[in-house]
């Protein structure tokens, strides 16, 4: 678009505000797949008996419980984001963000909480996982 941002008619601006919801729901179902995998492969490898004992390490059990709460976290957070932007009546991205959102048609948080709830319990069960291994026995 020549001429910039401010040119912007009131159509355009709320077909960009539709589009970022839909980025949303793209995003959170990534996330959600995301979770899946890390949490089953993590699972996986830290419970894998592979011929011989010393193959793996025998991962610090507090931080791989932690590591797999905190993934369930983000994959419920994920899930409830998603469920609610497909029975959202929102006029986009901003409007939803704001509304309260929840399990069962609940009204518990902001989205945008929600949003942080699932990024900061992803990324915090990453560093967990990464630290069982590290603080292994």
């Known amino acids: 678009m020549p001429g910039g941002s401010n040119n912007l008619t009131q159509e355009d601006k709320v077909e960009a505000n539709l589009k970022k919801l839909e980025l949303l729901y793209d995003h959170t ?29 025998v991962l610090q059990p507090a931080l791989a419980w932690i590591a797999v ?7 419920v957070a994920a899930g409830v984001i998603a469920s609610s932007v497909i029975q959202s009546k929102s006029n986009g991205a901003d409007d ?16 945008k909480q929600w949003v942080h709830i699932e990024h900061s319990a ?3 069960a990453v560093i967990c996982a990464v630290l069982s291994f590290v603080f292994s026995k």
Do not use: Q
Not at 98 to 104: D, L
């Open 69 to 75: 709460v905190l993934f369930l976290v983000a994959g």
């Open 29 to 57: 179902k990534f996330h959600i797949g995301l979770c899946l995998i890390l949490t089953s492969a993590y699972i996986t490898l830290a419970t894998s008996k592979i011929g011989r004992k010393d193959v793996l390490p």
């Open 122 to 124: 992803f990324w915090l």
């Open 96 to 111: 939803f963000l704001k509304a309260k959102i929840g399990p069962w048609d609940t009204a518990l948080l902001p989205a």
